[in-house]
């Protein structure tokens, strides 16, 4: 089974501070997806990355896939209230390219007021 | 609102019973996956079909079963319950089964209690 670490578990701070955080394996992933999940509510895709070192932008989150594509992490600048949620990583088991996703244990963002 | 139907959003039952979880994926979309998220464990992948037929199985127990009908629609049996299967569970649907070029989907979940 491929594990993902995510850390930190926690974290609050803020509003106007800027964040960042990671997404471990010691296993190599084909892609790598960014999920925020909100209360009551199920996840929302945010972004998938595919090539190793590739950065994608969206608006204040910068999502990078390390080199080895063993790795990521979620920058957020600027955090406002509305960025509050748990942010989770997943990616496709070893050499796949369905959804049959592995899944880290997020981290619990807090953004206050 | 993500086009994705879950029933029931609550319930709670009582150990040794049987429940029946109900999905609607979105317009369009073929694939439908379960998954489980407990404080624990995290999100689990349960199951994926595809078109009406098992695609891939992942930590489903041998007390859990699901099938896809043909209008698509899902349904997750869970019986025998246990007080460790209380959790929430997602149904999430994608156009295809592969993730390059596609989305997918998670409904709002049913929060499953067992008493």
């Known amino acids: 089974t491929q594990l993902l670490e995510q850390s930190p578990q926690f974290l609050s701070i803020q509003e106007g501070e800027n964040l960042t955080v990671y997404c471990n394996s010691s296993?190599?992933?084909?892609?790598l997806q960014w999920y925020r999940q909100e209360p009551g509510e199920g996840p929302v895709l945010l972004v998938t990355?595919?090539?190793?070192?590739e950065v994608k932008k969206l608006k204040r989150l910068t999502f990078q896939f390390g080199d080895a594509r063993k790795d990521s992490s979620l920058h957020i600048t600027a955090a406002q209230p509305g960025d509050t949620g748990l942010y989770l990583c997943?990616?496709?088991?070893?050499?796949?390219?369905?959804?049959?996703?592995?899944f880290g244990k997020g981290t619990l963002l807090t953004v206050n007021p | 609102d993500s086009g994705v139907t879950q029933t029931p959003k609550h319930l709670i039952t009582a150990t040794g019973q049987r429940v029946t979880l109900r999905c609607s994926p979105r317009?369009?979309?073929?694939?439908v996956y379960w998954y489980q998220q407990s404080l624990d464990q995290g999100l689990q992948f349960l199951i994926q079909y595809y078109n009406g037929e098992e695609r891939a199985k992942g930590n489903i127990l041998e007390r859990f079963s699901a099938q896809q009908f043909p209008d698509l629609h899902s349904e997750l049996n869970l019986s025998s319950l246990e007080l460790g299967d209380s959790a929430l569970y997602f149904c999430?649907?994608?156009?295809?089964?592969?993730?390059?070029?596609?989305?997918?989907?998670f409904g709002e979940g049913s929060w499953l209690t067992v008493v």
């Open positions: 997943a990616g496709p088991p070893s050499g796949g390219s369905n959804y049959k996703l592995t």
């Open positions: 990355v595919v090539t190793g070192g």
């Open positions: 317009s369009g979309d073929l694939s």
């Open positions: 999430a649907s994608s156009r295809d089964s592969t993730i390059s070029g596609n989305t997918i989907y």
């Open positions: 296993s190599v992933f084909s892609s």
